[in-house]
Each structure stands twice: as C-alpha cells, then as structure tokens.
C-alpha cells in the first residue's frame, strides 16, 4: 500500500519587519509615547543596528526630559546613518539641553550643510545664537527662514523674541502677532505676543490675548494663570501646581543660559547675605535650598551645609540639578506642602527667586519656622511691590507675585520670625528694565516653636 498523502502544512508568514519599525514611528508621531517605548525597547532587542529605531527612540528620550540616555542613541543613529539632515537638527536640539551650544551649533550646520533650505534648524540656530548674546547674527538668520517659509510660526516667534531683547518692541509685537496668526492654538505664541503688550503697558490687549487663548484651551493652566493676571479676576493664592510644572519642565533646558543672559543676580545676593551674617562657613549646617531649580544656589550653600537638601516642583529643574553633584537629595514637591509635612529640622532656609510664585507668604513662612531649629536662619528674595499700592501683594501680568514691603514684614512677625531685614535690590534685568526686589533675612528664636 502507498502511504496516505499527507498534505503540506502552509509555510508560516514572514514577520515583516519593515513595517513594525514604521508602525512604532507612527505611533510615536501621534503622540501616543506610552504605547511606543516598550515597542521601540522591543524591537532594538531583535534589530539593535537599525538607525531609524535608534534615532526615534532617543527623540522619544529627549521628550520625556531623558537627554542623558537619548544622547547616546541619536549619535549612534547618526554614526550608521550620517546623511539625513533632519537627525543633524534633533542632535543639536539636545546638545543645546545639555548646555553644551558650541557642539550645538555644529550639529545645526551639519543639518544645514546636507539641506540648505531646512528652515527649521535655520530657526533652532537663531535661538542658539540669541542665548548665546549674538543678536545681529541670531535676527538676520531668522529673517532668513522667514524669507524662504513665510508661514512657519516658530521663526516669526523667535524673531519676536530677538527683537524683544533688542528693546525694538513695536517689531517684536509685529512678529509676535503674525506667529500667533498662522499658529493661534501655539501657547508659546499666546504667552509671547500678551507678554509683550503687557510690557508695553497695554494690559488691555494683553487681556484680550489671553483671554483668547483661555477660551480656546480653557485646560490650559498657562492661560488660565495669565489671564488671571492681566484682568484680576479669579486671582489663585498661588500658582498652581500645573502652571509651575509646566513652565519650568519646558524652560529647563534653556533656564540656565537666558538667566545669565539677564542679570540673573538672587542666588548671589542671597550668598552676600549669608557671608555677612553667618560668618565663615563650617559645613556643619543642615541646609535646605527651597525652590532649588536648576541648582544655582548650591554652590554657594555647600559650604555650609553637614546635609544639603534641594526641593522642586519641577521635575526637569531637578534632572538639570542632580549632575551638579552638589545636593546630598533632591526631592520633588510643592514647596508649602513640603515643609508642613516634613520632619526635617533646618539651621538654614534659601528661597532664591521661587516666592514670587506665592501670593499672601505668611502660610510658607509659618511653615518654614516649624522646620527651623532654634536660632536657625531664613533667606529669600521676592519682587517689589510698588509702596504705593496696598501692604499686600498683588499678581502681575508676567505672571508672578509682587510684595509690598509692609506685607511682607507682617507676615515674618506673624510667623515668629525675629531680627527681620528687607533690604532693596535689583533681581535681574527684564525687557531692558531691572527688576525691584527684596533680599529678606530673618532668624528663628532661640526658644522651641510656640
């Protein structure tokens, strides 16, 4: 007998490749992050050569605040794949989060070098040359861009921005405006084109862009915040939480270098302060640096401190903090909430520059001498309100905080604060005028908290 046949099984598909790498990008593309990282880790374990999904992953790294690990994938995809311009641009995107411009601008002419129309980086390029003070270079690059793509919003907005800092604010409002117009729902075009009518002194316009903006993005904490600013009304007792986060996750990168660009001077006034009252620094402190951003206090802190703790609401305030190797912890959480619930015990308290977030201070400083130890010393610094207005505070259209003096020296005394001293000082520069601050000092009692 023959034997039966037996039918061939049908060969199993081919998995096709190809397509899983275009499906995880174009997920990436939507903005769906969480569905494609665990797909990007997935598939480098099977392809761990393929420079398009080592590319795309670190610019989902570099999304995600991770510049430390996207880094080594972009200059990996680029080392395999050197000729696409665009991967140029997105590498120097991130060297210039790092702070590290000079490779920057190099990455940006790369880009420029294989794609000489690619308006984009023309753009990331004049950004770079404004933070770095070459103004001249930073506009003519910008007016470039805007020559050969009209309609790209972003160089319009980063023309506004040069112009602002030149002080020729009639141009800046034109380009501000026409950024907002062809990108209306673009927030960093709101927030542009309002602050710069409310520098003019136009609080009227600036209202109506940001009330604009609110009715557009009524989610938006930016717009809510700003608009509370320009028109008074609903004014918070703080700026929320969502407002801080996201303006200073997004500033991160940049924080460092725009503040050098303006004078930035509380860190360092904080640190005269410190020199004159407390004498030689023994490191036998435990130090709390309240609102430590980016870590510019804490050079000046460690001398001090035996323990130096920094906290933030921001979480990429604090990834730019931690290499500086300075902090002994970084903690992220809302600064009032923090000290009430912590059972810390400080000798000394910092706040540069982070109470102008606050309205009325005397629910923070009252939770600050509770995490004082007896005789323990608190710095800060927060901006003027005009002697003129009401011994208060009041929220202003940048979108901060001033104090009057009155106020502020009722609320240390409310708090049981003694030996209070406010003493008058420029904070920084801002849109070629000085900001008037308070650089305020003031000690805890000898005796236990009453």
């Known amino acids: 007998m023959r034997p039966a046949h037996r039918a061939t099984p049908p060969a199993a598909p081919r998995f096709d490749w190809r397509q899983a790498v275009a499906g995880v990008i174009a997920l990436h593309r939507q903005d769906r992050l969480d569905e494609a990282e665990p797909l990007y880790r997935q598939l480098l374990g099977v392809l761990p050569d393929n420079p398009n999904l080592l590319h795309f992953y670190g610019v989902l790294l570099h999304q995600r605040q991770r510049v430390d690990e996207a880094l080594p994938l972009v200059r990996r995809s680029l080392a395999l794949d050197p000729k696409v311009a665009s991967w140029h641009n997105n590498l120097g995107n991130m060297l210039l989060d790092l702070q590290q411009p000079g490779e920057a601008a190099q990455a940006y002419l790369r880009c420029l ?7 984009e980086v023309r753009s990331n390029l004049g950004c770079l040359l404004r933070l770095s003070g070459r103004l001249d270079e930073a506009e003519a690059l910008l007016r470039e861009a805007i020559a050969l793509a009209p309609d790209f919003g972003n160089a319009h907005a980063n023309l506004a921005a040069v112009l602002a800092d030149r002080g020729q604010i009639d141009a800046a409002l034109e380009a501000a405006a026409a950024a907002l117009a062809l990108q209306p729902d673009n927030p960093r075009s709101c927030r542009l084109l309002g602050l710069l009518h409310a520098q003019c002194g136009r609080i009227d316009l600036a209202e109506q862009v940001f009330r604009a903006w609110a009715t557009r993005c009524p989610d938006d904490p930016q717009a809510r915040h700003h608009l509370a600013a320009a028109s008074g009304e609903n004014v918070p007792e703080r700026a929320s939480d969502a407002y801080v986060t996201q303006l200073f996750d997004r500033f991160a990168a940049s924080f460092d270098a725009k503040l050098a660009r303006l004078g930035y001077r509380a860190p360092a006034l904080c640190a005269e ?20 951003g980016t870590g510019l206090c804490g050079p000046s802190l460690r001398p001090y401190a035996h323990t130096l703790i920094g906290v933030d609401l921001s979480a990429g305030m604090l990834e730019r903090a931690r290499p500086r190797g300075i902090y002994d ?7 009032g909430a923090w000290l009430a619930g912590t ?8 706040s540069a520059d982070t109470l102008c977030y606050f309205g009325s201070l005397q629910p923070l400083l009252a939770a600050a001498r509770r995490a004082m130890r007896p005789g323990g010393r608190l710095v800060f610094t927060v901006e003027t309100l005009d002697e003129a207005a009401p011994a208060g505070c009041r929220l202003l259209p940048h979108g901060r905080y001033a104090h009057h003096r009155d106020a502020v020296a009722r609320w240390l005394d409310e708090a ?17 005028r000085p900001v008037q601050g308070w650089l305020v000092g003031a000690r805890a009692p000898d005796g236990p908290v009453s």
């Open 113 to 119: 070098a294989l794609e000489p129309g690619n308006v």
């Open 416 to 432: 049981g604060w003694e030996a209070a001293e406010l003493e008058a000082a420029v904070l920084r520069q801002e849109g070629g």
């Open 329 to 335: 912890r970084l903690e992220q959480g809302e600064l």
């Open 343 to 350: 059972a810390e015990r400080f000798d000394l308290i910092v």
């Open 273 to 292: 302060l410190l020199q004159r009252h407390m004498g030689r620094p023994e490191g036998r402190l435990a130090v709390l640096d309240a609102g430590c």
